[in-house]
């Protein structure tokens, strides 16, 4: 019991001191009623009854910041010169950037054949060659009447290898008609099946003898910028490999040669399509 002595004390003098008075008297807070709070008035400062701040010797008075940018001034989504401003511009050309690489690659999946063909490339089904973007187109008219001695006379070449000939190379007799020959050129070496495989997405056929014989007479000086290749049905040489025409210069003079089919042509090549 010890303990409770000195807060018991307290409270008795306490009631000593105010005789007659109540706990409420003593503490108003105990009470329903709110104490009564005395406050002496104020006086409001010069500058408070003028209704403007206070300025000192060489202190500029303050302006309020408009909301909203006034003519001359920054405009909204302009440049501010911050650093949140110079983040803003940046990540808006970073956009613009994006925005450009998603046009290329929606070029690069029509280019390609569409979706099916992109997940044939993904799956490695499909192969795909760098093509240069310029494709050139030549027209021909085929009589249908001439021999291929006939045709490579009429092509006036420097050199002609012997082993085309009637007999290897038949034409077989035909309607006049009009071709149009396509060149296909690549980055890169390609074998003769890989360049058949782009024929064939680019909705080409292969050309014939009598197209290279042909093409020879009526566009000469195609085969001096580089050699064209004409895939057609491979003809069987003295060895028994097959072969293919090709138009090309040697030592200053247009010539008309054999090369293997099986070979791997350098990139410096152009092929002969013919556009269906």
């Not at 077989?172 to 020959?181: A, K, N």
């Not at 060895?239 to 247009?254: I, Y």
Request: proline letters at 7%; hydrophobic letters at 40%.
């Amino acid at each position: 019991m010890a303990r409770y002595t000195k807060p018991a004390a307290v409270l008795a003098a306490a009631l000593l001191l105010g005789g007659c008075s109540t706990l409420e008297d003593i503490f108003p807070g105990l009470g329903g009623e709110e104490p009564t709070v005395y406050a002496e008035p104020i006086a409001p400062a010069p500058s408070e009854a003028a209704g403007q701040p206070t300025l000192y010797p060489g202190q500029a008075s303050p302006q309020a910041s408009p909301l909203y940018a006034q003519e001359g001034q920054a405009a909204l989504g302009q440049p501010t010169g911050t650093f949140v401003g110079q983040k803003v511009q940046e990540i808006r050309a970073e956009l613009e950037r994006l925005k450009s690489t998603v046009g290329q690659l929606n070029a690069v999946v029509k280019k390609l054949g569409g979706h099916e063909a992109v997940l044939k490339f993904l799956r490695g089904e499909l192969i795909v060659s760098a093509i240069k973007a310029v494709a050139k187109i030549f027209t021909l008219v085929l009589s249908g009447a001439k021999k291929a001695s006939e045709l490579v006379r009429e092509g006036n070449y420097g050199w002609v290898n012997d082993w085309i000939t009637d007999e290897r190379f038949p034409i077989t007799p035909h309607e006049p008609t009009s071709r149009m020959i396509e060149f296909v050129e690549f980055d890169h070496d390609m074998s003769s099946e890989q360049v058949l495989a782009e024929f064939t997405r680019r909705g080409l056929e292969r050309p014939t003898t009598e197209d290279a014989l042909q093409f020879g007479i009526e566009h000469p000086e195609e085969q001096r910028k580089r050699p064209v290749v004409f895939l057609h049905g491979p003809v069987r040489d003295r060895d028994g490999d097959p072969d293919v025409l090709v138009l090309r210069e040697d030592d200053v003079q247009r010539s008309l040669s054999l090369c293997w089919f099986d070979n791997v042509w350098g990139r410096d090549c152009v092929f002969a399509g013919v556009r269906k």
